[in-house]
């Protein structure tokens, strides 16, 4: 059975950083690429950053860009965000995301991802 659980959100101010972490368990974890989405209240979940099943690739959306950083250890199983100069739009319900298919680069929408952490709440004062 495949569990994400996401950690390390909070409350911060606009240009502080924050970390996320998704520990992955019940599946082989180095094989699939994973990814983190983003939901604002009262929009559509979004994708955010993924990385490749061998953290070689990453790709980004446009809005987090030069801020963000996406990383994975699979050795822990685990998946990171790094996130910094945040703004107060990053206001979301963090999710992380396994892909779907193995040995794939990273995708930037939701049909490529099959299962979901119950996602980590990031609120960013003004």
């Known amino acids: 059975q495949v569990q994400l659980v996401e950690s390390g959100g909070g409350l911060v101010q606009a240009g502080d950083s924050l970390r996320l972490s998704c520990a992955a368990s019940g599946h082989t974890f180095s094989s699939y690429a994973m990814a983190w989405f983003r939901q604002a209240p009262g929009k559509e979940r979004e994708f955010a950053a993924a990385?490749?099943?061998?953290?070689?690739?990453?790709t980004y959306a446009d809005s987090v860009k030069g801020r963000f950083t996406i990383s994975r250890d699979n050795a822990k199983k685990t998946v990171y965000l790094q996130m910094n100069s945040l703004k107060p739009e990053d206001t979301a319900v963090y999710y992380c995301?396994?892909?779907?298919?193995?040995?794939?680069?990273?995708?930037?929408?939701?049909?490529?991802?099959?299962?979901w952490g119950q996602g980590t709440q990031v609120t960013v004062s003004s």
């Open positions: 990385v490749s099943w061998g953290g070689q690739y990453t």
């Open positions: 995301a396994k892909g779907n298919t193995e040995y794939t680069t990273p995708r930037r929408t939701r049909d490529e991802y099959e299962y």
